[in-house]
């Protein structure tokens, strides 16, 4: 199932910088790696589901400008954010 109420809120409450923050990179890049990681998974069982594949890669490349604007503004936060997420460079 998608990303649930609960999850999404306990995903904001750990990445969130301010007690209203919501929108920041790090929550946003995420949140995203949370749908994507989701993904991922149902492509595994359902190779021939080309609607979310497009999904899917739309989603990575959102993450991806998210991760290279936070790279180019401000090093140490996009460092911070790849390695709790464990995502590579």
């Known amino acids: 199932m998608a990303t649930t109420k609960e999850r999404k809120g306990e995903i904001i409450t750990t990445f969130k910088r301010a007690d209203n923050d919501t ?3 790090e ?3 995420a949140l995203l790696t949370d749908r994507i990681n989701y993904l991922t998974e ?3 069982s359902h190779k021939k589901d080309f609607s ?3 999904g899917l890669l ?3 490349s959102q993450r991806s400008d998210l991760l290279k604007y936070l790279r180019e503004t401000e090093r ?3 460092l911070a954010v790849i390695q709790r997420l464990g995502l590579r460079k």
Do not use: D
């Open 23 to 25: 929108g920041s990179p």
């Open 27 to 29: 929550v946003q890049i």
């Open 42 to 44: 149902h492509m595994r």
């Open 52 to 54: 979310s594949r497009r």
């Open 58 to 60: 739309k989603l990575v």
């Open 76 to 78: 140490e936060r996009y």
